[in-house]
Antibody
């Protein structure tokens, strides 16, 4: 059974840093693209970052230069390093397995609150 | 990259069919057959309902179907049921990125 288990929610001050993690099981992790998608309170879904099996990656313009996606295939884990956090980064962050066409399995979500 | 355009809300009675549109441009929806649809109930993670425009993952009811014409993709729900009441989002691949739709709230009357 495919499972994506994310780390717990956190409160961080504006300008601060945070690393999210997502532990995968039930599939060959290195064979899949992995992604981060976020959802601000009461808002829609927003793609954040994608990383391929050999660690080629892309980021949305809204986070480029501040967020970095990475993966450790030996630990079956996905990460999102978030720096210079802003109020508007407050959201539930989901990790999701996917390919070019879709995201087929999602984690349970991690609430990140950026507030002083 | 702008979000894909969806109607804010669509409603229907049980048993009816409804269609949700998803309008993009030639560099996203119109340029690739990589449109997907997600169902999201309150407080839950999204669930994949349609991928690659028309394909249903295993376990998804055949009441859900997808199509595309030009820059607009569509999700049709046939035989509407109370459990279909949720938010629905489309998504498209575009130039090594992904873009989501604005979201549609489906209400079962």
């Amino acid at each position: 059974e495919v499972e994506l288990v994310q780390s717990g929610g956190v409160l961080v001050q504006p300008g601060g840093s945070l690393r999210l993690s997502c532990a995968a099981s039930g599939f060959i992790f290195s064979s899949y693209n992995m992604n981060w998608v976020r959802q601000a309170p009461g808002k829609g879904l927003e793609w954040v970052s994608s990383i391929g099996g050999i660690s080629t990656f892309n980021h949305a313009d809204s986070v480029k230069g501040r967020f970095t996606i990475s993966r450790d295939n030996a630990k079956n884990s996905l990460y999102l390093q978030m720096n210079s956090l802003r109020d508007e980064d407050t959201a539930v962050y989901y990790c999701a397995r996917g390919w070019t066409g879709a995201f087929d399995y999602w984690g349970q979500g991690t609430l990140v609150t950026v507030s002083a | 990259q702008s979000a894909l355009t969806q109607p804010a809300s669509v409603s229907g009675s049980p048993g009816q069919s409804i269609t949700i549109s998803c309008t993009g441009i030639s560099s996203d929806v119109g340029g690739y057959n990589y449109v997907s649809w997600y169902q999201q109930h309150p407080g839950k993670a999204p669930k994949l309902m349609i991928y690659d425009v028309t394909n249903r993952p295993s376990g998804v009811s055949d009441r859900f179907s997808g199509s595309k014409s030009g820059n607009t993709a569509s999700l049709t729900i046939s035989g509407l049921q109370t459990e279909d009441e949720a938010d629905y989002y489309c998504s498209s691949y575009t130039s090594n990125r992904r873009v989501f739709g604005t979201g549609t709230k489906v209400t079962v009357l």
